[in-house]
């Protein structure tokens, strides 16, 4: 067998930038080298930047640079510094943008040319930063994303953690993982909607119809806010695709990746 074909394998290299005093450690994987358009992809609640690791290595394949990265504070295992109580939607925010900045910066990538990509709370952190930055990304990613945060702060039962929303605790949940009251109070009195309703680029968003953490009703109203919005409902998936499931969500992500940008109509 010739291996003239075969494919250059993707390269991964690990970055750290700051947000304020806190270090945040991630890698940038590409196959290719010069200058590159970007994807920064960004994980869940709980979770660290090897839950998304399968869709850089897929994206930097494609073209992309593709940057993951651990949120300060933001899961059980975190590369980056920062406590979890201390974690919020609206400090991973601030992460996202810091991380921006830092790839902005880089001499090996486009930076006229970034995407984001987020799943669950990552999705929502991608989904207002978007909003927040409109003119400076080129599309924007969600996988099943997490806007029911702030109904789930005003009814005082956020994941694993229950609490009085008229009386929030200075520790909202001890196990297992540590959050602080910051994680309700940053989101308790926002309108998840009104808050992402700015950008107004072309968005994936695609959602399972047997997701039990984040009701499929959160991205269907989403998608009516959104202008340039491809919508896939993926039958009987659950939150986090899995096997054929997430085979369907990349097959997707492809395609979008691959669109000419005029090419996706207004609503």
């Known amino acids: 067998m010739s291996n003239m074909h075969k494919m250059p394998p993707v390269m991964c290299q690990p970055f750290s930038c700051q947000r304020e005093a806190l270090t945040i450690r991630g890698h940038v994987f590409r196959k290719e080298t010069g200058v590159l358009p970007v994807v920064i992809i960004c994980h869940g609640f709980m979770a660290n930047q090897r839950s998304v690791r399968h869709y850089a290595e897929f994206l930097a394949s494609l073209g992309w640079a593709a940057f993951t990265f651990d949120f300060c504070g933001g899961g059980l295992v975190s590369s980056s510094d920062g406590k979890s109580s201390d974690m919020s939607v609206l400090t991973e925010v601030k992460d996202l943008q810091a991380v921006i900045k830092y790839v902005k910066q880089r001499d090996d990538v486009d930076a006229e040319r970034i995407s984001l990509m ?28 997490a806007l029911c945060i702030p109904d789930d702060a005003r009814r005082g039962k956020m994941m ?6 008229k009386n929030i605790p200075p520790v909202i949940s001890r196990f297992p993982m540590k959050l602080g009251d910051v994680y309700a109070k940053a989101v308790i009195n926002m309108n998840i909607y009104d808050e992402i ?9 695609i959602h399972g119809t047997e997701d039990k953490i984040v009701d499929i009703s959160y991205s269907r109203q989403a998608r009516e806010v959104y202008k340039r919005c491809l919508y896939l409902e993926i039958e009987g998936a659950g939150h986090m695709f899995q096997a054929e499931h997430d085979r369907k969500a990349m097959d997707a992500l492809g395609k979008f990746m691959m669109i000419n940008i005029q090419d996706i109509p207004q609503v």
């Not at 987020?118 to 099943?144: H, N, P, W």
């Open 160 to 165: 694993f953690a229950r609490f009085d929303p």
């Open 118 to 145: 987020g799943c669950s709370q990552g999705g929502v952190v991608c989904a207002l930063t978007a909003a927040r930055m409109k003119d400076e990304i080129e599309r924007l990613i969600l996988f099943y994303p």
């Open 197 to 205: 309703r700015g950008y107004d680029g072309p968005v994936l968003l």
